[in-house]
């Protein structure tokens, strides 16, 4: 089954942009994956689901500020224009069937 | 409008059963697969159970598998987990979200969670 890899912390300041990472392991590489926030003491909220090429569909409600893209096996959540309510932790999540994979989440931090 | 809502958490004694109930509003369930979600304290996201729409196929985390029976009730809008011979580290929030439809293993909608913390 897929791993997924996220690093554990990211900071940038209010109003600039951040990269987040989510690395699909060896086999795995043209998945799909999907993107989500956990505000603290919420529950999650679904980003977008991210392709292989690229393209990205954002949930209901999901400002433009979120986009994502894709290269090789890894897989970016972009966030501009940063907000203090978009410190939270962020979790990617791929699938085969039978088998839902959740990276270990990542923890951003808006100074 | 649109939501779910996780009820039945509470205090279970090791070894006990709990069954999670989660009632979709706004939306008809029997259109959409649906997970089982969990977080322990402090810790990351846990992936429980999948069933699809018609519970025609239905998988669990190999973490809970012989203890954990996923169900829904479509004419209700009732999705419900039973979990059984619980241990202290099924101790959790446990939420139920919705499949995103086209890639149900996917989930664009999620409940706010229910508790079960599982103490002698």
């Known amino acids: 089954q897929p791993v997924l890899t996220q690093s554990p912390s990211a900071s940038a300041s209010l109003g600039a942009s951040v990269k987040l990472t989510c690395t699909l392991s060896?086999?795995?590489?043209?998945?799909?994956i999907a993107w989500y926030q956990q505000q603290p003491e919420k529950g999650p909220r679904f980003l977008m689901r991210?392709?292989?090429?690229?393209?990205?569909n954002r949930g209901d409600g999901i400002p433009d500020r979120f986009s994502g893209s894709s290269s090789g096996a890894e897989r970016y959540l972009i966030i501009s224009s940063l907000q203090s309510e978009d410190e939270a932790d962020y979790y990617c999540?791929?699938?085969?069937?039978?088998?839902?994979?959740f990276g270990g989440g990542a923890r951003l931090t808006v100074l | 409008e649109i939501l779910l809502a996780e009820s039945g958490g509470g205090l279970v004694r090791p070894g006990g059963s709990l069954r999670l109930s989660c009632v979709a509003s706004?939306?008809?369930?029997?259109?959409?697969?649906m997970n089982w979600v969990r977080q322990a304290p402090g810790k990351g996201l846990e992936w429980v159970s999948y069933?699809?729409?018609?519970?025609?196929?239905?998988y669990y985390a190999d973490s809970l598998k012989g203890r954990v029976t996923a169900s829904r009730d479509n004419a209700r809008n009732l999705l419900f987990l039973q979990v059984d011979s619980l241990r202290v580290e099924d101790t959790a929030v446990y939420y139920c979200?919705?499949?995103?439809?086209?890639?149900?293993?996917?989930?664009?909608?999620w409940g706010q969670g229910a508790l079960v913390t599982v103490s002698s």
């Open positions: 979200a919705r499949g995103l439809q086209g890639s149900g293993w996917f989930s664009d909608l």
């Open positions: 706004g939306f008809p369930l029997s259109n959409y697969a």
């Open positions: 069933i699809n729409a018609p519970s025609r196929y239905i």
């Open positions: 060896s086999g795995h590489g043209t998945d799909a």
């Open positions: 991210l392709n292989n090429d690229g393209s990205h």
């Open positions: 999540q791929t699938w085969v069937t039978g088998v839902v994979v």
